[in-house]
C-alpha cells in the first residue's frame, strides 16, 4: 500500500478545518496509508527584518527535513511550482510508484513558505494557483485532491 505523508507547519486550530480534514482522511485510508505530521512553527514578530524570515523560513524548514526520509518522493506545494490540474495529480500519484517510490510525502510550509532547503529536496513543486492560502486550509485543500486524484484514478464518478 502506498504512504502518503502529508508534512505541515503548525497546527489546526479550527474545528471546522479539522472536521473537513479528518472526513478526507477517512475516505482515503481505503487507498493509501495517510499520515500528517505536524512540526512547530516559530513565532513571526510583525515587522520581521528579512533576516528574520529567513531564519525562520530556516528553522522551520529544519524540522521539515528532519521528517524526510532520502527514499522519499517530495512533492512541495509552493506559489512558485508548476501549475497543475486535478488529472495531472492524478497522474502523479499513479506514476510516483512505478518508478520505485513507496511512500509520498506533501509540504505545506507556514506562514512564510517554505525554505529553499525545502524547495531543493523536492523532487516537485506544484500549485493550486498563484494566490495565497491560510495553510489550514491548503491542508484541507491538498487532503481532498489527493483523494480526487484516487477517485479518478479509480474512474470514479466523483471528478465529474
Known sequence: M???????????????FRNALDE???RLSRFAKIEIIEVKDEATPEKASKSE??????TEG???????????????????????TSPDLADMIREIPLDGYSTIDFVI???????????????????????????????????????????INEGSPYHK
Open 2 to 16: 502506498l504512504n502518503i505523508r502529508i508534512l505541515v507547519v503548525g497546527k489546526i486550530k479550527e474545528k471546522y
Open 24 to 26: 478526507y482522511l477517512k
Open 53 to 58: 524570515n529567513l531564519e525562520i523560513l530556516q
Open 62 to 84: 529544519g524540522r521539515l527535513l528532519d521528517k524526510i526520509n532520502n527514499r522519499d518522493f517530495v512533492i512541495a506545494l509552493a506559489i512558485e511550482g508548476k501549475l497543475i
Open 109 to 151: 510550509g507556514g506562514s512564510l513558505g517554505l525554505s529553499n532547503e525545502i524547495k531543493n529536496r523536492a523532487n516537485a513543486k506544484i500549485s493550486f494557483g498563484r494566490i495565497t492560502l491560510p495553510h489550514q486550509l491548503a491542508r484541507v485543500l491538498l487532503t481532498e485532491q489527493i483523494y480526487r486524484s484516487f477517485m
